[in-house]
Nanobody, 122 residues
Framework: QPHLNESGGGLVQPGGSLTLSCAAS????????IGWFREAPGKEREEISC????????NYKDSVKGRFTISKDNAKGMAYLQMNNLKPEDTGVYYC???????????????WGQGTVVTVSS
């Protein structure tokens, strides 16, 4: 299991953009799907996006489709979540998660990052 470290969170105004990064201790991510999960204040942790181990399949929660883009660089052991047109409801703690594969989904998680806080407010 890789150790995961998220970064890039912060305070941003509505309509702004932010890119989250996830660094994995493993040398490559070819055998791991990567998911981004969010815990909004007072709500359960939910999957926001997931990219398959190959990087060829990407899924998004309906509320972020067209605004967020998930990507990964398997060779570098890095994954990203680019967030555009942010809304106050996007506020929460974002977690990077890895599921050992090969797999195309993020239903099984083997490792979690510590989380990074994203606050969208004017």
């Amino acid at each position: 299991q890789p150790h995961l470290n998220e970064s890039g969170g912060g305070l941003v105004q509505p309509g702004g953009s932010l890119t989250l990064s996830c660094a994995a201790s493993v040398g490559a991510l070819d055998y791991y799907s990567i998911g981004w999960f969010r815990e909004a204040p007072g709500k359960e942790r939910e999957e926001i996006s997931c990219v398959s181990s190959t990087g060829r399949t990407r899924n998004y929660k309906d509320s972020v489709k067209g605004r967020f883009t998930i990507s990964k660089d398997n060779a570098k052991g890095m994954a990203y979540l680019q967030m555009n047109n942010l809304k106050p409801e996007d506020t929460g703690v974002y977690y990077c998660a890895a599921g050992r594969g090969p797999r195309v989904d993020c239903t099984v998680i083997d490792a979690w990052g510590q989380g990074t806080v994203v606050t969208v407010s004017s």
